[in-house]
């Protein structure tokens, strides 16, 4: 039998900032942090992100207020084969061939794709 929680809100003082880190599955943990500081009404001043972190974080910037409900349907949709296209083969394939990349990306122009004879440092 469910039972009514009652959830205190929080003050703090501002700003407040929400910083959401990257690392793949992580990505659906936030949405779980996010329900419940929105349970809270602990809403960001800024908002960053790193990888996984910069993608929910910028539905998170875009809308505060729904952001977790929509965060959690994109995550329960979400499979491996939609973040790895390809399976191992197809991407040990495309690192050998192209020496800098696992993955494809047939959406970018050729022209801004990374270059394998770029230079990965540079002089002060």
């Known amino acids: 039998m469910a039972q009514d929680v009652v959830v205190d809100e929080i003050e703090l003082p501002g700003p407040v900032a929400f910083v959401l880190g990257g690392g ?17 009404s602990i809403t960001p001043d800024l908002v960053v992100g790193t990888s996984v972190g910069s993608v929910n974080g910028a539905l998170l910037a875009l809308d505060p207020e729904h952001a977790p409900a929509r965060l959690e349907a994109i995550w329960h949709r979400m499979t491996r084969a ?21 993955f494809r990306t047939p959406g970018w122009p050729r022209s801004s794709r990374p270059s394998s004879k770029a230079s990965t440092t540079s002089r002060i």
């Open 24 to 40: 793949g599955s992580l990505g659906a943990g936030q949405v779980g942090m996010l329900r419940a500081l929105a349970e809270r």
């Open 82 to 102: 939609k973040v790895f296209p390809g399976g191992p083969l197809a991407q040990l394939r495309t690192l050998r061939q192209h020496r800098n990349h696992l």
